[in-house]
């Protein structure tokens, strides 16, 4: 056997990374078909209510115009995702503002805002709710009626399927409560959602996008046209940023463009400005958690009862799974001998949430991650301390029962990560500094996990499926639905082919994805890409190799040159070669999800994050200064690559916390834009300082798992516990502004000092015990 | 419509637009360069970056009418044109090695916020990369691969 070069582990060229550079790769937007027409979205003005009318400016030239209405559908008014809830156009009621009501397409994209603007709907207004207590009083029921009403789905998570006793209620040194929040938070992928749609009576519909999931657009087409599978072809466009924000909303937006395709004859595109995108499509859930927590005097939590609840907006989308995902991770890397999670998605009339890097967990980690500060403070040991006398363990059992067989190391993690920041002397020199200094500085830190892969029972149901094929030059060439939208699947995905197949990384080629020509290797979410679907390119690699070393044309020792020759000789032969890999289920994962009880993701990622932040007490900003990011993901496909994703979910995670801040007013997003929706810019983002433990996860290529979500997870709750340590005033909200922060330090005599914050004084807290 | 004379990338041009079309628009939709990418339409994001006269502009607030008579350099005019290709320009080869371009939207305009950035300074410190592309907004990298590749580019010399 020759050898090969370590290609898994190395930081080869970015595939598509030339053509974006040289500027000259194509997005959605630089694309132009002939006879292209342009189309617009008429939405809704109002939050709720019955459509009473609608007309048409009769200055309008509507004659030049394509107008789709409910009424032009040929399936089912319906974008399907989990439940059949969510119109594709509404018909006589809306149920949020931006709600689409009509579609329309003019050969000219200048003239489509004034039209839009021309059509007069009226309403009757019905009351509206937008708070996830106003769902939950179910005065106003805006979705599903009885046990279900405003209610999407709930959860009840319970260890071992054991309540918690009275009894360690009744005898526990401490009972520790707290509430925390986080907000609405925007993608803001800098390229908006946008689509070209053509359609033909004979072949079908064929939808050029933005996206991250091509099936799931062929899934939603089916349903709204009524067609089989294979009339409805999904090609991936170049695709400027994501973070779930493509996940679900490209069934919106592809389904509307398809119908004014069909209605106008026509090519149609249809892309978003950034206004239309940020007040219309998806954002993270907001959330509230209540924690009560029963404490020994030793620091060992004895039981749990977590509250999880999320704003899922007007319509179910993909709320019941990232509730899930949230209510998994809610009890965080720690050991509880008893824990119950009860957790809900509420509707309200704003427009729905959908996925979002982390997917409820970012919520419910920084509800936890809070609230152990607080018991670490109620029981008078340091946060450090605290979780180390709670951590999980190798061996031991998560809050669904799954047994940690592979090697967990929090111990370590925390010890090192410390170290690397310097934790312990800057914790010191800052309380030293503080009580002269305008600046208030403050360093803290959050330790997590993340699963790696669909949730549950997921990927089972998932059954993806990966092919190799030889191009005609004897090239493996990848096909699979994953798709690159700037975290690194073309390159990672590669390598591991290359790898495999002991051949150059630059041998090795990628289709673009299009359900036409790949097989569906399923979502591109979840933390899945490199550690599922990398094993399966793995795996058909290998079967790749078997065939054409079976056939004779290959030896067992070979040269790329060898290979390419085998490969030819092959073709010439049989004409073609594709092997394939599917996903078969690890024989010891196991998920039930009835009693939410197993193993709830094959493998997860274990992190400690430390931040350092100071607090301007004149102009009351926060910024964060320094960021310390120790992980263990597994192996380490590409280094760069995987630096670059913690990186940018810290930045994420840093804009999560102090920055970025939904603001509604009747039921609208009223900071639709760039110029008042603040995300970090390059001045804003401190060193980062991204550091790698790589254990080999026995279910990933080459060991990997998943690293996507992870970063988005710890950067909150780290902030705010640094900015506790600053300012000795314990926030459990997020975002956190400067106008949040004045209120805090000014509004009550003293503000500012320890005697004052209600983790120890107010109601919250209560000792259990004299 | 209004006839506009203008060169970019070394071209000369001759454009008929209603003179309040967006330079973004002419150069996507006139010239067919479609390197230059609306984010935002208000300046905040800069994925519209071109240079024009030398100086870093947000093509969707240039009114085609002010380029009358300018320069403008595009992401497509900074690589050169050999006879076996395009040869990168350092900053796009020190973004490819480094990691500055991850879903590569912004990539084009961070290049040329970059090029004018070392133009003016040739071995720019930190705070003065973080401020010379404030203007440009990116949700990949957190900034920190973008700033490698400055350092790696300026240590090339690029401006030399």
Redesign the interface.
């Known amino acids: 056997m020759s050898s090969s070069p370590q290609i898994v582990g190395s930081s080869p060229i970015r595939k598509e990374g030339t053509a974006k550079v040289l500027g000259h790769a194509q997005y959605v937007d630089d694309i132009t078909l002939p006879g292209m027409w342009f189309g617009a979205t008429v939405r809704s003005s109002i939050p709720r209510g019955r459509i009473t009318s609608i007309t048409f400016d009769p200055a309008i030239p509507w004659d030049e115009f394509t107008i789709v209405s409910a009424a032009d559908i040929p399936g089912e008014n319906c974008i399907v995702h989990l439940a059949k809830d969510h119109p594709c156009l509404a018909v006589t009621h809306v149920n949020h503002a931006e709600e689409p009501i009509l579609l329309l397409a003019h050969p000219n994209r200048s003239v489509l805002p004034a039209a839009v603007a021309a059509v007069r709907i009226t309403y009757e207004e019905l009351p509206a709710i937008y708070t996830i207590e106003d769902s939950e009083k179910k005065e106003e029921v805006i979705w599903g009626e009885g046990e279900q009403a405003n209610t999407f789905k709930t959860y009840l998570m319970q260890k071992n399927q054991q309540p918690i006793p009275q009894e360690i209620w009744d005898t526990a040194d401490f009972i520790v409560e707290g509430e925390y929040r986080t907000g609405a938070q925007e993608q803001l992928y800098i390229e908006n959602n946008g689509v070209i749609a053509e359609y033909n009576a004979e072949t079908g519909v064929t939808v050029r996008a933005s996206m991250q999931c091509p099936f799931y657009v062929v899934h939603a087409l089916e349903l709204v046209f009524n067609l089989p599978a294979e009339k409805c072809r999904v090609i991936q466009t170049e695709t400027g940023g994501a973070f779930g924000g493509k996940e679900d909303f490209p069934s919106v937006i592809g389904s509307h463009a398809a119908l004014l395709a069909m209605k106008s004859g026509h090519p149609v595109k249809l892309c978003y400005d950034r206004a239309e995108d940020m007040a219309a499509t998806t954002k993270r859930h907001p959330s509230r958690t209540r924690h009560r927590t029963a404490v020994s005097k030793e620091g060992k939590l004895l039981a749990g009862e977590i509250d999880f609840a999320i704003d899922g907006g007007a319509y179910a989308t993909l709320s019941p799974v990232v509730l899930s995902r949230g209510t998994i991770h809610a009890p965080g890397p720690y050991h509880w001998p008893y824990i119950t999670v009860r957790a809900k998605a509420m509707a309200t009339n704003i427009p729905p949430h959908g996925a979002f890097r982390g997917f409820g967990a970012p919520q419910s980690i920084f509800a936890l991650e809070r609230h152990m500060n607080k018991i670490a403070k109620v029981v008078g040991l340091t946060p450090e301390e605290l979780r180390r006398r709670n951590f999980l363990t190798t061996g031991g059992h998560t809050a669904t029962g799954q047994l940690l067989k592979d090697p967990v190391d929090m111990q370590h993690l925390l010890t090192r990560a410390l170290e690397e920041s310097n934790y312990h002397a800057k914790r010191e020199q800052f309380d030293r500094e503080n009580p002269t200094s305008i600046i208030k500085r403050g360093i803290g830190f959050a330790t997590f996990f993340h699963g790696a892969g669909f949730t549950g029972s997921g990927e089972r149901r998932l059954n993806s499926l990966v092919e190799i094929e030889l191009t005609p030059e004897g090239q493996p060439r990848l096909l699979v639905s994953s798709t690159e939208f700037g975290q690194g699947t073309n390159t990672i995905l590669c390598q591991v082919a290359a790898q495999t197949l002991r051949l150059p990384y630059n041998q090795i080629v990628i289709a673009q994805p299009d359900t036409g020509q790949v097989p569906n290797s399923g979502p591109t979410v979840a933390s899945r890409t490199a550690m599922v679907v990398g094993k399966l390119v793995e795996r058909a690699a290998q079967s790749l190799c078997v065939t054409l070393v079976s056939s004779g044309h290959l030896n067992h020792d070979y040269t790329p040159k060898d290979f390419r020759r085998a490969a030819v000789h092959y073709l010439a032969e049989f004409g073609t070669l594709k092997a394939e890999a599917r996903y078969q289920s690890p024989g010891d994962i196991f998920w039930d999800d009835e009693n939410y009880r197993g193993e709830a993701y094959p493998a997860y990622a274990w992190a400690v994050y430390v931040a350092e932040v100071a607090v301007n007490t004149t102009t009351y900003a926060a910024s964060v200064t320094n960021f310390y990011a120790l992980q263990e993901v597994g192996k380490v496909l590409h280094p760069i690559l995987a630096a670059g994703q913690i990186e940018g979910g810290v930045a994420q995670g840093i804009g999560y916390a102090l920055y970025e801040k939904c603001l509604w007013r009747n039921g609208h997003l009223t900071n639709n834009q760039m110029t008042n929706y603040i995300m970090p810019t390059s001045a804003d983002v401190p060193p980062i300082h991204v550091t790698f433990e790589e254990i080999p996860s026995p279910h990933g290529a080459f060991g990997a798992k998943g690293i996507g979500e992870l970063p988005m997870d710890g950067p909150a709750p780290a902030i705010l516990n640094a900015i506790e340590h600053a300012t000795n005033i314990a926030f459990t909200e997020i975002p956190l502004l400067p106008e949040d922060i004045f209120e805090r330090m000014t509004k009550v005599p003293d503000a500012g000092t320890e005697s004052l914050d209600p983790t120890i004084a107010g109601p919250i807290f209560s000792e259990a015990t004299a | 419509m209004t006839t506009i004379l203008l060169t970019i990338n070394s071209q000369q041009r001759t454009i008929e637009a209603p003179p309040m079309k967006r330079l973004l628009d002419v150069l996507?939709e006139d010239l067919n360069l479609?390197?230059?990418?609306?984010?935002?339409?208000?300046g905040?994001?800069g994925?519209c970056s071109v240079l024009m006269n030398g100086d870093l502009v947000n093509s969707c607030l240039v009114p085609v009418l002010q380029a009358e008579g300018a320069h403008i350099t595009?992401?497509?005019g900074l690589?050169s044109q050999l006879a076996e290709g395009?040869k990168?320009h350092p900053i796009?080869?020190c973004?490819?090695?480094?990691?500055g371009?991850?879903?590569?939207?912004?990539?084009?305009g961070m290049?040329l916020a970059t090029y004018h950035l070392l133009e003016k300074y040739t071995q720019p410190t930190l705070l003065q990369?973080?401020?010379g592309?404030?203007g440009?907004?990116?949700?990949?990298?957190?900034?920190?691969?973008?700033?490698n590749a400055i350092r790696a580019a300026a240590l090339a010399g690029v401006a030399e």
């Open positions: 996507r479609t390197g230059a990418k609306e984010g935002c339409g208000e905040e994001c994925s595009t992401i497509e690589a395009k990168l796009q080869q973004f490819l090695e480094q990691g371009a991850q879903c590569g939207i912004c990539t084009p290049i990369i973080q401020e592309l404030s440009n907004l990116c949700r990949c990298t957190g900034y920190t691969r973008i700033f």
